[in-house]
């Protein structure tokens, strides 16, 4: 059974930092490219980050890129989004979310894990 | 990158059709087939309707089916039950360097 289960959400000071962590199980991780999507409080999905199955290949939404890095450790399964200088317009929820298997092409994302809550707020 | 435009809301009663709307340009949902519709119950985690326009994942219902036209996709849901009740999300891979985008959403409810 396919699982990813994040982690590292908490209450965060504007312009501070958290890790993120999501675990992931059941699957060949090292195979597949990984994103991070979030939403905020009573709002949307919105698309955050991508990463290859390789790490060779990286997207940042424009509201994070400079800010945001995503990575990830295949020997651990295990998939990251270090946020740095946070605003308050972080604040949401974050989602590990499975892309594609590596070499093939498209856009989706088939499974989700139940999301870690990121606050930011003095 | 503008997220894709949906309803806010659509209503049906159990039994009916109802279809909902996911317009983008041609740098996204008009430039290819990768588009994904997906499902989110309060407090629950999106889970994957359609992808690549049409395709349904095993275990989805195939009172669920999805289309294309230009810059517009399109959701339709069939014998509509209660439990379809729930947000609704598409979402495109763009040409953009940003790479992906999701809509609005839309709340469906089951009159």
């Known amino acids: 059974e396919v699982q990813l289960v994040e982690s590292g959400g908490g209450l965060v000071q504007p312009g501070g930092s958290l890790r993120l962590s999501c675990a992931a199980s059941?699957?060949?991780?090292?195979?597949?490219?990984m994103n991070w999507v979030r939403q905020a409080p009573g709002k949307g999905l919105e698309w955050v980050s991508y990463i290859s199955s390789s790490s060779s290949t990286i997207y940042y939404a424009d509201s994070v890129k400079g800010r945001f890095t995503i990575s990830r450790d295949n020997a651990e399964n295990s998939l990251y989004l270090q946020m740095n200088s946070l605003r308050a317009e972080d604040t949401a929820v974050y989602y590990c979310?499975?892309?594609?298997?590596?070499?093939?092409?498209?856009?989706?994302?088939?499974?989700w894990g139940q999301g870690t809550l990121v606050t930011v707020s003095s | 990158q503008s997220a894709l435009t949906q309803p806010a809301s659509v209503s049906g009663s159990p039994g009916q059709s109802i279809t909902i709307s996911c317009s983008g340009t041609?740098?996204?949902?008009?430039?290819?087939?990768?588009i994904s519709w997906y499902q989110q119950h309060p407090g629950k985690a999106p889970k994957l309707m359609i992808y690549?326009?049409?395709n349904r994942p095993s275990g989805v219902s195939n009172r669920f089916s999805g289309s294309k036209s230009g810059n517009t996709a399109s959701l339709t849901i069939s014998g509509l039950q209660a439990e379809d009740e729930a947000d609704y999300y598409c979402s495109s891979h763009t040409s953009s360097s940003t790479r992906g985008v999701f809509g609005g959403g839309t709340k469906l409810t089951v009159l």
């Open positions: 059941g699957f060949t991780f090292s195979n597949y490219n």
């Open positions: 041609s740098s996204d949902v008009g430039g290819d087939n990768y």
């Open positions: 690549d326009v049409s």
């Open positions: 979310a499975r892309g594609l298997v590596k070499y093939n092409s498209g856009w989706y994302f088939d499974y």
